[in-house]
């Protein structure tokens, strides 16, 4: 068993070796034999998986891109398909809606491993496969299989059925006297107190509902234009400021590597990861060069890079710059609490090494936990707990979702340990395949 160690003269702690990643195989349409990845692309389709080894997005063979969304239980509560975004509250009735129909369907929704989207009704189960073909399959065992006819996808492919908006019009009731149209030769006619009002408060409630939708509709669309202004906006104003700074110091100015963290966060939030690696590695060189290796700064973009590997899965590179992020953050968290003893920096930047320090731990629990390597996780969990018994509780705020990450992890650990313990078997790694 491998052990994480600090020894006791206050040097840097000795981190498990890397070791060799799990390959997962995976079979695709157009490269059977391929290799498996964290993100895997055929000829036509692909498949990319978050570190919980759930599907975000898929590629059809046709060259429609679906995402996926999950809550914190792990559960699909949103995803596009088409031109329309489904969505759930019981994870069971979906619901969309384009322009000028409300869209419905009924029934559990899974997202497959290789990306197949499963529609279970009580009648047909249906399954979307990224390669165009389509199977139903129904309770007398009877299975139909289709390809669809045109490189296109539909509302129609989900079982889903449209209905067409309704849109609440003034209708009489509501009308002034003036308003009110005259028939020739007709009396005048009128409705009980009661009985008019009545109509006119249900029709008004009426109107007031649709409204009510209409307007958070338009707020929730304004919302998402907003949000990709600031996105658009923030990125050119970080764009400009790394622009100026190497016009004014130079393309290896210190100035610039806050700047390019900025970015490379900015990049990995929308999924442009390969732009944020070279964000990160510019930054590392830069830091390295003008602050030296050991800076606690670095770890920045070592952790960032670690991450990164872990969305590709290629866990050997990963599990290299976690270390060394990890190594890095602890020294720097050992020099502040002394500087911090003496007065000489502030409270929030001893707070900022801790925090370091802590999420880089987590991340790379996350790692051993893919690796089933659960033994660590409790290491490493430890370890946190030490550095936050280390300082003050108040450097400890905002840390309490990520220790319960890591406490998850552990006790996941101590579980599959006892289990192992019963049944007189060593735990070992999960080997999985699947076609």
Request: aromatic share 6%; with cysteine; proline share 4%.
């Amino acid at each position: 068993m491998t052990e994480v160690s600090t020894s006791t003269d206050g040097s840097a702690p000795d981190y498990p070796k890397p070791e060799a990643p799990i390959m997962v195989p995976v079979v695709f349409f157009s490269e059977p034999s391929a290799p498996a990845s964290q993100s895997k692309v055929g000829s036509h389709a692909a498949v990319d998986w978050d570190h919980s080894g759930r599907v975000v997005s898929s590629k059809f063979i046709c060259g429609h891109v679906c995402q996926f969304r999950y809550d914190s239980g792990g559960n699909l509560y949103a995803f596009t398909y088409g031109k329309l975004a489904w969505s759930t509250s019981d994870g069971v009735n979906w619901t969309a809606r384009d322009q000028s129909l409300d869209w419905s369907m009924m029934g559990k929704v899974l997202i497959c491993l290789d990306g197949t989207i499963r529609i279970e009704r009580e009648h047909i189960v249906r399954s979307l496969k990224l390669n165009g073909k389509v199977i139903d399959e129904y309770p007398d065992g009877t299975h139909i299989e289709s390809v669809r006819p045109v490189p296109e996808i539909t509302a129609s492919d989900l079982l889903a059925v449209s209905h067409q908006r309704v849109v609440h019009e003034p209708t009489a009731a509501l009308r002034q006297p003036s308003e009110m149209p005259a028939e020739a030769g007709a009396l005048p006619t009128s409705k009980s107190a009661d009985e008019g009002s009545a109509e006119r408060r249900g029709l008004a409630g009426g109107l007031r509902l649709n409204k009510l939708r209409e307007a958070d509709d338009h707020k929730a669309h304004n919302a998402n234009l907003v949000g990709e202004a600031k996105s658009a906006v923030g990125d050119f104003v970080t764009n400009t400021a790394i622009k100026l700074v190497e016009m004014a110091k130079g393309a290896e100015a210190l100035e610039l590597a806050p700047l390019l963290d900025k970015l490379a966060i900015t990049f990995h939030k929308e999924r442009r990861v390969d732009e944020a690696r070279m964000c990160h590695e510019r930054a590392l060189e830069i830091r390295r060069v003008h602050q030296g290796p050991d800076h606690a700064d670095t770890g920045i973009n070592l952790h960032g890079l670690g991450r990164i590997y872990l969305d590709w899965g290629r866990y050997n590179e990963a599990e290299q710059c976690l270390l060394d992020a990890v190594k890095v953050f602890e020294k720097g968290l050992r020099k502040s609490r002394f500087l911090y003893s003496t007065n000489a920096i502030s409270p929030a930047n001893l707070s900022v090494r801790l925090h370091h320090l802590i999420n880089g731990l987590n991340t790379l629990a996350c790692l051993y936990h893919e690796q089933r390597k659960l033994h660590l996780c409790s290491q490493l969990y430890e370890s946190a707990v030490v550095a936050c018994n280390s300082v003050e509780e108040h450097h400890r705020a905002g840390l309490t979702t990520v220790l319960e990450s890591l406490a998850g992890m552990a006790a996941h650990a101590e579980l599959e340990l006892q289990s192992a313990v019963k049944t007189n078997v060593t735990p070992g790694r999960l080997r999985a395949t699947f076609n």
